[in-house]
């Protein structure tokens, strides 16, 4: 079945900087990528997602890559704000449900 | 609009009981996910749902999970003789299309469970 990796599990980052974030899939098949965050107390809410007929997909500060080849598509999130910190999970589609990575915790510092 | 709303969001539940988590799905959305969040892990797939037909129940734990889905909106998830593992979050999520895994998944807040 579907595995996904995701790292790093924990980023520090001053206010204004970038911050990335990377996943690898294990199932040639996943042909949706979701991402997720997720603050504390509360669930998961999308952010951004990419879909495998398209590389690279932006929305104001946010924007996602993919490399169906290589099996790995990235979370980008630049001039960071203290608003951004939570918890971000990267998700694989598998054929009728999600699997997600284990987490990133995003700290951005004032 | 509403989103998904899940009751109670807070369970403490003696080991050895029963427990029942409801879900209302976004009003119209077609399928329905149950997850289950460990402390400082990612959400782990538990069931789907399509209308009122379990599709898919491959990551309920053991034979004490129970999910149904009657009437093809409000979800009930029923966990029997809890035990301590069973302590985490549940989450619920809706899509609207049947196409399940490549549509949007809009989530609940969770039920945090304790079992004690």
């Known amino acids: 079945g579907e595995n996904v990796e995701q790292h790093p599990s924990t980023l520090s980052v001053q206010e204004g900087d970038s911050a990335v974030i990377k996943c690898t899939y294990s199932?040639?098949?996943?042909?949706?990528f979701p991402w997720y965050k997720q603050e504390l107390g509360k669930g998961p809410q999308l952010i951004i997602d990419?879909?495998?007929?398209?590389g690279e997909k932006k929305d104001q500060r946010i924007a996602v890559t993919l490399n169906k080849t290589a099996k790995h598509f990235s979370l980008h999130i630049t001039e960071t704000q203290p608003e951004d910190s939570a918890v971000y999970f990267c998700?694989?589609?598998?054929?009728?449900?999600?699997?997600f990575g284990t987490g990133t915790r995003l700290q951005v510092f004032p | 609009g509403a989103g998904v709303s899940q009751s109670p969001r807070y369970k403490v539940a003696k080991r050895g009981q029963d427990v029942a988590l409801r879900c209302d799905p976004i009003s119209g959305h077609v399928s329905l996910f149950w997850y289950q969040q460990a402390l400082g892990q990612g959400p782990e797939f538990l069931t789907y749902f399509q209308n009122e037909a379990q599709l898919d129940k491959s990551g309920l734990p053991s034979d004490r999970f129970f999910a149904e889905r009657p009437e093809g909106s409000v979800s009930t998830l029923k966990i029997q003789r809890t035990q301590q593992e069973d302590s985490a979050v549940y989450l619920c999520?809706?899509?609207?299309?049947?196409?399940?895994?490549?549509?949007?998944?809009?989530f609940g807040p969770g039920t945090r469970l304790t079992v004690l």
């Open positions: 998700a694989a589609s598998s054929p009728d449900k999600l699997i």
């Open positions: 199932d040639s098949a996943s042909n949706y």
């Open positions: 990419i879909r495998s007929n398209v």
């Open positions: 999520a809706s899509s609207l299309r049947a196409s399940g895994n490549t549509d949007t998944q809009y």
